[in-house]
Each structure stands twice: as C-alpha cells, then as structure tokens.
C-alpha cells in the first residue's frame, strides 16, 4: 500500500487518476452536437434570450419586469 506522506505542507500520495480512461463517455452531450441549440433552456425564436440561459438559480425573478425592456443577461 501507498504510504500518505506530506511534502512543503501539502498532503501527497497515490493519485486517483487513470490515464488510459477514454476522455468522452457515452450518452454525454457535446455542447457542438447537432440540434443543441434548440435544446438549450432560455434561448427562443429570433435569437432572444431569457434569465434561463445565463443561471437556473430563480431565473424567473431575474427577467425583466416590463415586458417591453430588453433582457440583457450576462453573456
């Protein structure tokens, strides 16, 4: 067994990586698959955006109150 030992107060030890483990897994989208744009929450038809797209934390208070204001969220 791999011995814990502290080198310059940092804890050092076996890593817990494994380098010959495929980088993609399957069943994981790739944000440049196709049709990932229309399955992006908070984007719409004629390229506005919604609160939805910059956070998921109570994006519905963070949209404007006028419907008539532009919604600038974060890029």
Do not use: W
Not at 7 to 24: C, E, M, T
Not at 27 to 37: C, I, K, M, T
Not at 45 to 67: F, L, M, W
């Amino acid at each position: 067994m791999f011995k814990e030992r502290t080198i310059a107060n940092i804890r050092v030890g076996k890593p817990k990586v494994r380098p010959d483990l495929p980088s993609h897994v399957p069943g994981v989208r790739q944000g440049n698959e196709p049709g990932s744009y229309d399955r992006t929450p908070g984007l719409l038809e004629g390229g506005k955006v919604t609160a939805r797209r910059s956070t998921g934390i109570n994006s519905h208070a963070r949209n404007p109150i006028d419907q008539r204001s532009p919604n600038l969220p974060p890029p």
